[in-house]
């Protein structure tokens, strides 16, 4: 099968004829779908698997907002300038201002009005902080997880009537000479092909994190490390951006994370680290100052000898764990080990009494990775510990766009019809794993899905 490619409009017949067209059906391109509802267009989803998914149901579906009802309601003092702040500094400066500011003022109002119209029950996360949030700002469903942000999404598109076209792999734009996209050809599994015209386009097909030769390319010191995003992240809208001459930026940064339980698979809270625990290597070493974030903690764990670590914490931490859905099933799947005594742990680990008992021991403000343990209480028996390697979750470069999701030309201007959002818009986190703040894929799925859906309805109603 062919991969991505852009072909002439000219000559081409169409079987079909959509408002909006939107590619991925993850959390962005279902939040683009009903916002295009709200505006009265016809959306329709192309989507690759037999039932919408995406990386969203591999995540912890937990959303960063500031100023939202849910904050208020607890008394959380938080706003739109403050949220942006912190996402600029954890970035370096290097995320682009209209985008930024568009984002940080419209996530509040999305996830309200997902609650409202839609039947989202999202809460506050309020008994842990995320690294380089200045304060409680992460929003979640019951479970804490993905799969249920997912599943009430696509719930939500269901009764709202959008046409979802599963099993559909979009593989061609049709391109006029302008620059407007016509339509898309489709492939279906038995080879068989189809094209639908549209008005205006929506690409929220994420990014390429499942491209081994694109990550190679981009981001080399992952290249080997674990996969944990889902595999139709190919790259496409990446790949079709080069073709038409779009400006692409920060290809290179992504989303890691430095704590999947290993072999197990499965995604452990960063909140065991925040709130005192720590990470040592197979010699029982500590090797970083933790609180840093778990993006660029991947490519950490990596450099350590077998490519693991462990997650060391006690059963205070493993209390707040179990919120999570993910921790749940980790405990379920003895991924979690337990211990009366530092020399049971070490012993269960199979590291150096010695050193582990060091690494537990060692505080300051900071200790010598530049730590702060102001705050934080020593961890007590019993103790747990999870063997954990380095993944990439998500890319977080990609197309460049305007505030409005319009996605820009490399020679200057913006394509007539075409809009990007989630993986496949450049995101907020700057060229660097160290740049992705808590929350930031989430919240650029939803808070630009909802802005592209708008924008791509008002342009194609007025068409």
Known sequence: ??????????????????????????????????????????????????????????????IPAAGTR??????????AERFAADIRRKAKGE???AVLDAVTRGIAGTLEWLADAHGLAFSVVTDFLYPGHSAHRMHGLASRSGAELIDRLRAAVERAGVAVLTEAVARTLFVEDDGAVRGVGIVRPDGSEERVACRALVLACNGYGGNRELVRRHIPELAEAVWFGHDGNRGEAVLWGEALGAELRHL???????????????????????QGGVQVNALGERF???????????????????????????????????????????????????????????????VPEAALAAALAERGAPDRFGRDWTGLAPLAPPYCAVRVTGALFHTQG??????DARVKRE????????????????????????????????????????????????????R
Request: aromatic share 6%.
């Open 288 to 350: 970083s100052n933790e609180s840093e974030g778990y993006s660029e903690q991947a490519a950490r764990v990596l450099a350590q000898p077998g490519g693991v670590a462990w997650d060391v914490f006690d059963e205070r931490l493993a209390g707040i764990a179990r919120q999570f859905e993910d921790f749940r099933a980790a405990e379920a799947a003895g991924a979690v080990v337990r211990a009366d005594s530092v020399a049971a742990l070490a012993e269960a680990m199979k």
């Open 70 to 79: 849910w904050q208020r309601a607890a008394g959380i003092d938080d706003d």
């Open 95 to 97: 995320a682009d201002e």
């Open 1 to 62: 099968m062919s991969g991505p490619s852009v072909a002439p409009a000219a000559g081409v017949s169409f079987g079909a004829d959509a408002e909006v067209l939107i590619i991925g059906g993850g959390a962005a391109g279902m939040v683009a779908a009903l916002a295009a509802t709200q505006v009265g267009a016809e959306p329709v989803v192309v989507e690759r698997d037999a039932v919408p998914r995406g990386s969203t149901a591999l995540s912890a579906g937990l």
């Open 398 to 403: 990609g197309l460049a766009i305007r505030g």
């Open 411 to 462: 020679a200057g201007g913006v394509f007539p019809n075409l809009f990007a959002a989630g993986g496949a818009a450049a995101g907020l986190s700057g060229s660097r794993a160290a740049g992705y703040l808590s929350g930031n894929g989430l919240l650029t799925a939803v808070a630009l899905g909802g802005i592209a859906g708008r924008e791509a309805a008002r342009f194609s109603r007025m």
């Open 252 to 274: 290179s940064g992504h989303q890691g994370h430095g704590s999947v339980a290993h072999p197990h698979g499965i995604l452990i809270t960063w909140a065991v680290i925040m």
